[in-house]
């Protein structure tokens, strides 16, 4: 006898990194997916045809591209004028007419998943940030994924964030105080803020080869026979910490990227071409980097200047550019342990994941951040390359999405 399959929706989808960690499972079916940026919708859109068999309409209906702020108009339809020129084309009639609640129909939604934008709560945000993003809407978001919630009074819902989350304080407020009051206000239970500490996890700990630490808070309904601690202990189950997955897991298959043997200029750079080409292995192209580029990433990977103090980065940093910096600039990535945490700011640059053989004089390429972020081979990101490496950044870590979905599901398997 097959086993249920629960329902979900994602918010804040981004490309699709946790909804693909739980469709992977086989145990659940989404019933709807929202996200403002169009490459990203596209992207998920795309997916959902090419591996997941929904068709073009069925994927348009279900992925829907839209402000979550607008929270009432997502949830009951009826956009206003400025809602409907901004994201109208974009999506079906239906959704425009009657929101996720039409799209939901009479379907019971076990699960409400998803990581509001994180750059409000992380660490690195606020420190460059003048006002420290206490002024940065985002720091809101949680409030329209609690007025969804309370919209559809999901069994469980999985909150995901940075760990940066836990002492962030908008307005002298924390924020982890803040969230409690919401969901507990609208009849859900969640760790207290002094507890939620306990549920901060590092990605590499579920065969990501990443240290990415995230905050997990998951919320039941105070009138549920389930458990809050046994869902926690369900995930953590999955864990798999004596096993750390590397870079060279990661990557290392992946055909290297050399600089020409013979520098063909385009405008000031140097373009670089794949050795024993795969076609099977798409978006694996590097950037262009120029002569200086490639030498302080030769030179960087080959002194091992990791792990050099913090002021001597600065200083080379000022040496080999003539500017000044509070920040370490450069990084690289080591064979044989697993990445930093891979970031949206890959769409600016990639000095911070400079690729790991000092002969390729690189940054990473798309398909390596995906493959950091355990992003299958033939996920294909859609849009610009600097949207491809913003949503890879944002996105939750698949594998990391595919053990919360089994200790989900395992502890609700027995409860039932």
């Known amino acids: 006898m097959s086993k249920k399959k629960y329902t979900f929706i994602d918010l804040f989808a981004g490309c699709g990194g946790l909804s693909e960690g739980f469709l992977q499972t086989g145990r659940y079916e989404a019933l709807a997916h929202v996200e403002w940026e169009q490459p990203m919708v596209e992207t998920l859109r795309h997916r959902l045809v090419s591996k997941w068999g929904e068709t073009e309409d069925e994927a348009k209906r279900k992925v829907i591209l839209f402000d979550i702020q607008k929270t009432d108009e997502l949830i009951d339809g009826l956009w206003s004028d400025d809602a409907n020129a901004k994201y109208g084309l974009q999506n079906s009639d239906d959704v425009k007419t009657t929101g996720l609640k039409g799209l ?224 370490q600039k450069y990084k690289s990535l080591e064979w044989d342990k697993p990445s930093h945490t891979v970031v949206a700011h890959l769409s600016k640059d990639g000095y911070m994941f400079i690729h790991p053989d000092s002969k390729q004089q690189r940054s990473i390429t798309i398909r390596e951040a995906a493959c950091l972020m355990t992003f299958p081979m033939d996920y294909q990101f859609l849009g610009s390359t600097p949207y491809n490496y913003k949503m890879i950044g944002n996105a939750v870590p698949v594998n990391f999405a595919s053990a919360i979905a089994r200790g989900l599901y395992k502890a609700l398997d027995k409860k039932k």
């Open 104 to 327: 939901v129909g009479k379907k019971h939604v076990d699960f409400i998943i998803g990581g509001p934008p994180c750059q409000a709560y992380s660490i690195h945000g606020r420190a460059t940030d003048k006002d420290s993003m206490n002024n940065d809407y985002r720091n809101f978001l949680f409030e329209s994924f609690c007025k969804v919630v309370d919209a559809f009074h999901p069994d469980v819902f999985v909150f995901e964030n940075v760990g940066g989350l836990l002492s962030a304080r908008p307005g002298g407020i924390p924020v982890r105080n803040r969230i409690y009051d919401a969901f507990t206000n609208i009849g859900y239970q969640i760790r207290k803020p002094e507890e939620m500490p306990s549920a901060l996890y590092d990605a590499a700990n579920f065969n990501v080869p990443q240290h990415r630490p995230r905050v997990i808070i998951l919320g039941i309904r105070h009138d549920s026979k389930l458990d809050l601690d046994d869902l926690y202990k369900s995930i953590e189950k999955e864990q798999n910490p004596k096993v750390k997955l590397t870079v060279r897991d990661a990557i290392g298959q992946l055909p290297a990227l050399y600089p020409l043997p013979k520098q063909v200029k385009e405008g000031r750079y140097v373009r670089s071409h794949q050795l024993n080409p795969q076609p099977d292995i798409t978006q694996h192209d590097a950037r262009n980097h120029g002569p200086r580029e490639r030498a302080i990433f030769k030179e960087w990977v080959e002194k091992s200047m990791n792990h050099i103090s913090h002021q001597a980065m600065i200083d080379y940093y000022f040496k080999k550019t003539g500017h000044k910096t509070l920040y």
